[in-house]
C-alpha cells in the first residue's frame, strides 16, 4: 500500500464521499488490516481468511479468530468506528489541530472522556510511527521550555526563570541539509522531533540522542553544559556561542519551537505535563509529513 503525497487530498467532501455510513469505516479498515497483515494471538501464524459473516479474521493455520478491532488502537474502545475514522480525519485535515471540547461538540457526543481518550491514542500512534527512523546527516539540537499547568498548592511557591514549575523542558532536535538559493548558502530541513525531558539532567539528553539520532550524524548545538558529552555518541558536535553569532545557527529547531508554542497555546490554552508529549508527538507527526497531501490514510494506516 502507497501513502503520501501521490494520494488524493482527502478534504471534507471526498471524506463525505468515501465514508458515509459506518459499513465503509469497517471495509476500510478490514482492508487496511489485511494490507499490514494480521498475526495470530495464538500461533504467529500471518495468513487469515475473513470470515463476513462474523466480521472477524480466522487464522489459516490454527483457526483462531481475531476481532476487526483486536490488536490494534481501536482495541477496547466503545466508539463506532465512524467516529474514530471523523475524529482521525478532524486531527489530519489541519495543521493546527483540534481540542477534545471542539471535537466533542462537533460529534455531538455528551462525554468528554472517552473523546479525549480516543485522542489521546491516536496521538499515542503518532508518537510510535517514527520511533524507529533516526535523524541523520546534520542534525541541530537545541533544549526550550514549554508552559504547562502546575497545581493550586504549588502555585503559591513557585520559583522563576529556569526550573520554574510552570516550565517543562523539551529536546528539540531537526534535519538540517546544506542548500544553495539564488547563489547564497542556506539550508533545508527534514525530519523533527521533540522530546519532553522532565528530568532535565545530561544523561536523560545522553538517552534521548542515543534513541534519535543516528551516531554517524554531524549535530550543532550550543555550547550548553547539558550536551559536553555528545562528541561520544556522534561522528561530529559542533558547538558555537549563540549570543555572538555563527556561520551556522539553529535556524530549523528555533522555527519548529516558536511554531509548537503557538500552536499548543492558541488551542489548548494549557496542559498538564503528563500529557505534553502527547501534543508533541502530534505538532511533529504533522510536520514531518507536511507535503503529503492523505495525511489521513497515513494515520489510518499507524493506527494497526
Not at 526550573?163 to 523533527?192: H, I, W
Not at 555550547?223 to 553569532?245: C, I, P, R, W
Not at 545557527?249 to 503557538?262: E, P, Q, Y
Request: net charge positive.
Amino acid at each position: 500500500m502507497t501513502l503520501g503525497s501521490k494520494q488524493t487530498t482527502m478534504n471534507l467532501l471526498n471524506f463525505i464521499a468515501r465514508f458515509p455510513n459506518e459499513r465503509t469505516c469497517r471495509v476500510h479498515f478490514r482492508d487496511l488490516r489485511l494490507s499490514k497483515g494480521v498475526e495470530c494471538k495464538k500461533c504467529k501464524h500471518q495468513e487469515h481468511y475473513w470470515l463476513s459473516g462474523k466480521e472477524q479474521f480466522q487464522c489459516k493455520q490454527c483457526g483462531f479468530r481475531t476481532t476487526l478491532r483486536s490488536g490494534t488502537i481501536l482495541e477496547s474502545s466503545k466508539l463506532s468506528f465512524r467516529y474514530w475514522y471523523m475524529v482521525m480525519h478532524l486531527m489530519s485535515s489541519t495543521k493546527k489541530g483540534f481540542s477534545a471540547h471542539e471535537v466533542r461538540r462537533q460529534l455531538g457526543h455528551k462525554r468528554y472522556e472517552p473523546i479525549w481518550l480516543m485522542m489521546k491514542k491516536i496521538r499515542l500512534a503518532m508518537g510510535k510511527a517514527d520511533e524507529d527512523k533516526k535523524l541523520t546527516g546534520m542534525v541541530e539540537l537545541d533544549d526550550a521550555y514549554f508552559s504547562t499547568s502546575t497545581a493550586k498548592s504549588v502555585k503559591k511557591r513557585l520559583k522563576r526563570g529556569k526550573g520554574s514549575q510552570k516550565k517543562s523542558k523539551v529536546t528539540v532536535m531537526a534535519e538540517s541539509f546544506p542548500l544553495e538559493y539564488d547563489g547564497r548558502p542556506d539550508r533545508y530541513c527534514g525530519q523533527f522531533r521533540m522530546k519532553v525531558n522532565l528530568l532535565e539532567t545530561k544523561a536523560a539528553v545522553r538517552d534521548t540522542v542515543n534513541n534519535t539520532i543516528d551516531p554517524d550524524s554531524v549535530v550543532f548545538t550550543d555550547q550548553s553544559n547539558s550536551y559536553v558529552d555528545l562528541k561520544n555518541l556522534v561522528n561530529v558536535h559542533a558547538t558555537f556561542k549563540s549570543s555572538q553569532g555563527s556561520e551556522y545557527d539553529l535556524k530549523w529547531v528555533h522555527v519548529a519551537i516558536s511554531n509548537a508554542k503557538r500552536n499548543l497555546l492558541g488551542i489548548y490554552h494549557v496542559i498538564k505535563e503528563k500529557y505534553l508529549q502527547y501534543y508533541l508527538d502530534e505538532f511533529c507527526y504533522k510536520l514531518n509529513r507536511r507535503y503529503y497531501t492523505n495525511l489521513f490514510e497515513s494515520l489510518a494506516f499507524n493506527l494497526i
